[in-house]
């Protein structure tokens, strides 16, 4: 089992930035890669930006050159640093961890980030 728990949303204008992190607790060992997705309400969740192991990465491309995503291994923490946000990047952000050799997928509680514009 792996417990998730994300922290850093909020209300922020357009223009701004936030940053939401996500601490991995448990069978960490088991974690090959983690992200973060987002659902806005009436969307289905989507795939924000996911970092593996040995640090590769992968955005979607309405966040590219807007989100950074970065983990610490050793804290079992991954970050999403968002700048320039967008109204349309309104949705609740989860956290998302991908574990081996099963596959299975856990999912933190969810942050809101609301972008005014």
């Known amino acids: 089992q792996v417990q998730l728990v994300e922290s850093g949303g909020g209300l922020v204008q357009a223009g701004g930035s936030l940053r939401l992190s996500c601490a991995a607790s448990g069978s960490t060992f088991s974690i090959n890669a983690m992200g973060w997705y987002r659902q806005a309400p009436g969307k289905q969740r989507e795939l924000v930006a996911s970092?593996?192991?040995?640090?590769?990465?992968k955005y979607a491309d309405s966040v590219k050159g807007r989100f950074t995503i970065s983990r610490v291994n050793a804290k079992n923490t991954v970050y999403l640093q968002m700048v320039s946000l967008k109204a349309e990047d309104t949705a609740v952000y989860y956290c998302n961890a991908h574990t081996y050799p099963w596959g299975r997928d856990y999912w933190g509680q969810g942050t809101q980030v609301t972008v005014s514009s």
């Open positions: 970092i593996s192991n040995g640090g590769s990465t």
